[in-house]
């Protein structure tokens, strides 16, 4: 079996990564070649199309950003491909996934859909959660792909657009906690509490959440380097909520979280970190 895979972004790449370290045929394809040049001197093929990577590959896995993108990634895959399996990583609505479904079906071609959590680092630890959906037998068939970039692969659910629905609340709970753990600090800093103590204190209470545990130690240091970016953070807190209204479900927390993203994203560089919403907080109460 040849794997292909299209978009080799920060988290593509190591997705790639671990598969040719676990002996996958891997047949690549990136609009940046430079993207590829690591990739192929470790044993993968690189191709300089979509319709090259559609022909060469049995199976192909997607991790681009918007679903503008997606679509025009399977316009090309698909003028070639006509059987195997598209296998969609990245975060989407779930009637956008059920879309590009319903193509790849009308070219002969089945899709899992199975977007993932992590971050970068768990994308280059192999250790990212994976959270697939789809018919039971093509789920297992596939397994040993999911398992060379995941620690954790959950079948969450028989249906196209099921692991897209279980992202979606995972992004809610993330802009959510972000937000909560920017609010945190910044209530912190105000009372002159040492920063530390504050995190020690709460990582072993109640109040701690994975996200609070993780970011805060970046906040006490300053350190914003780029982990997930504003914009995209923007992007999956909208799916999130935009999920939640199709169902007829309320985010109220969601809906706040989404509009203190936006507000970050019209005065800070979109492509900074998404903790560089605690700046917004840390300048209403007049903190430098």
Do not use: W
């Not at 790639?16 to 001197?41: K, Q, S």
């Not at 992004?171 to 600090?185: I, K, P, R, Y």
């Not at 103590?197 to 996200?211: F, K, L, P, Q, W």
């Amino acid at each position: 079996m040849k794997i292909g895979m299209a978009g080799l972004g920060v988290m593509g790449h190591s997705v790639a990564e671990n598969l040719i370290r676990h002996g996958f045929d891997m047949v690549l394809y990136d609009i940046r070649p430079e993207a590829m040049t690591d990739l192929v001197e470790a044993g993968a093929e690189a191709v300089d199309s979509l319709e090259a990577l559609g022909s060469a590959a049995d199976t192909v896995l997607l991790m681009v950003n918007t679903y503008d993108q997606y679509k025009s990634v399977l316009a090309g895959i698909l003028k070639t491909m006509h059987a195997g399996t598209l296998i969609n990583l990245g975060t989407l609505g779930r009637d956008h996934v059920l879309e590009l479904e319903k193509q790849a079906e009308e070219a002969g071609v089945s899709m899992l859909d199975c977007p993932v959590s992590g971050g970068s680092r768990g994308a280059k630890a192999g250790t990212l959660t994976v959270m697939a959906s789809g018919p039971d037998e093509l789920f297992e068939k596939h397994k040993k792909i999911l398992d060379a970039f995941g620690s954790r692969v959950i079948h969450v659910g028989k249906n196209v657009g099921d692991g897209q629905a279980v992202k979606a609340i995972n992004q809610l709970l993330v802009g959510v906690h972000m937000c909560a753990t920017a609010e945190a600090f910044t209530v912190a800093r105000k009372c002159g509490l040492d920063l530390q103590t504050v995190y020690d204190t709460i990582c072993s209470s109640a109040g701690m959440s994975r996200i609070f545990e993780n970011r805060g130690e970046f906040l006490i240091a300053r350190d914003f380097s780029t982990r997930s970016t504003l914009e995209i953070q923007l992007k999956d807190t909208d799916i999130a909520c935009k999920t939640a209204d199709a169902v007829g479900a309320p985010a109220l927390l969601g809906t706040t979280a989404r509009e203190l993203f936006k507000l970050a994203v019209k005065k800070y560089p979109p492509r900074d970190d998404s903790l560089e919403v605690v700046r917004l907080y840390e300048e209403l109460a007049g903190l430098d």
